[in-house]
T-cell receptor, first 118, second 111 residues
């Protein structure tokens, strides 16, 4: 079974609709992230959470909201979808470890949700 | 602000070595990472290097770090068609260790 799952895997919606993307993890990690990937732009961080109820804005949070009600779940909402939110969305979890006296984090990514906003 | 730069494309022949380059801006980054994204999948950690090292080798992979020039490279020896993927360089920043990713280098391996 996959450790980080995302639903749906593909979604087509219309401008103005509200949609929610779900992410679940069985890794037991406290940290969770939402990224979007666009061709030629790489990965950009939307929101992240270091614990239940902890929410932090990333680089491109406008037009998005998130909810972290449980350690294992982190959902991303588009309140009113617009075409330039068409992208590939990834959820990730983060595992911290300490090495050489510094913090290191390994991120584990879900398979992605492909979203098309018409 | 923090930025990580990579070239977008690299094409090599099967059996050759591939070298993917990356430059970063945050001199206080303690760890630098290489992630691999295969077609239709999420990113997967390939390897990482601590900032006080200048080289790390792991089977066919060699990571070189020039901290003075803020330059990181990933060398893949004997490149195979299964190595075709997008490779992302990332640096950790700040006290929380958030990752900043480059735009990714798409490696194409020709038979």
């Amino acid at each position: 079974d996959a450790d980080v799952t995302q639903t749906p895997r593909n979604r087509i919606t219309k401008t103005g609709k509200r949609i929610m993307l779900e992410c679940s993890q069985t890794k037991g990690h406290d940290r969770m992230y939402w990224y979007r990937q666009d061709p030629g732009l790489g990965l950009r961080l939307i929101y992240y959470s270091f614990d239940v109820k902890d929410i932090n804005k990333g680089e491109i949070s406008d037009g998005y909201s998130v909810s972290r009600q449980a350690q294992a779940k982190f959902s991303l909402s588009l309140e009113s979808a617009i075409p330039n939110q068409t992208a590939l969305y990834f959820c990730a979890t983060g595992r911290k470890s300490t090495g050489q006296g510094s913090l290191r984090e390994t991120q584990y990514f879900g398979p992605g949700t492909r979203l098309l906003v018409l | 602000g923090e930025d990580v730069e990579q070239s977008l494309f690299l094409s090599v022949r099967e059996g050759d070595s591939s070298v993917i380059n990356c430059t970063y801006t945050d001199s206080s980054s303690t760890y630098l990472y290489w992630y691999k994204q295969e077609p239709g999948a999420g990113l997967q950690l390939l390897t990482y290097i601590f900032s006080n090292m200048d080289m790390k080798q792991d089977q066919r992979l060699t990571v070189l770090l020039n901290k003075k020039d803020k330059h990181l490279s990933l060398r893949i020896a004997d490149t195979q068609t299964g190595d075709s993927a997008i490779y992302f360089c990332a640096e950790s920043i700040g006290s929380q260790g958030n990752l900043i990713f480059g735009k990714g280098t798409k490696l194409s391996v020709k038979p």
